[in-house]
């Protein structure tokens, strides 16, 4: 069992920057690969990126590429989205979550444990 929970959302003007994290307690956080996946209202949830268990590979969302890099600390079984130039259309409620295994998917399908989210939103 993993529990994640989000912080770092808020407020920002377009433009501007944000940091979230997601934090995971519970066994061998190091053991999944995680996720960030967005759903804005009215809209299906969809993916952003993700990162393997080690952190050496990443993938993107082509809306979100050059623009957003996901980390993360095993040592503090955290995880990270730094979001830059931030743009009116990624408003969106965030969420982190956790796959079990040696691949980075970008299916929410193969998600195995989810965070209850973080509100972003950007302003024009």
């Known amino acids: 069992q993993v529990q994640l929970v989000e912080s770092g959302g808020g407020l920002v003007q377009a433009g501007g920057s944000l940091r979230l994290s997601c934090a995971a307690s519970g066994r061998a956080f190091s053991s999944y690969a995680m996720g960030w996946f967005r759903q804005a209202p009215g809209k299906e949830r969809e993916f952003v990126a993700t990162i393997s268990w080690s952190g050496g590979s990443a993938d993107y969302a082509d809306s979100v590429k050059g623009r957003f890099t996901i980390s993360r600390d095993n040592a503090k079984n955290t995880v990270y989205l730094q979001m830059n130039s931030l743009k009116p259309e990624d408003t969106a409620v965030y969420y982190c979550?956790?796959?079990?295994?040696?691949?980075?998917?970008?299916?929410?399908?193969?998600?195995?444990?989810w965070g209850q989210g973080t509100q972003v939103t950007v302003s024009s």
């Open positions: 979550a956790a796959h079990y295994g040696s691949t980075w998917p970008r299916s929410l399908n193969e998600y195995d444990y």
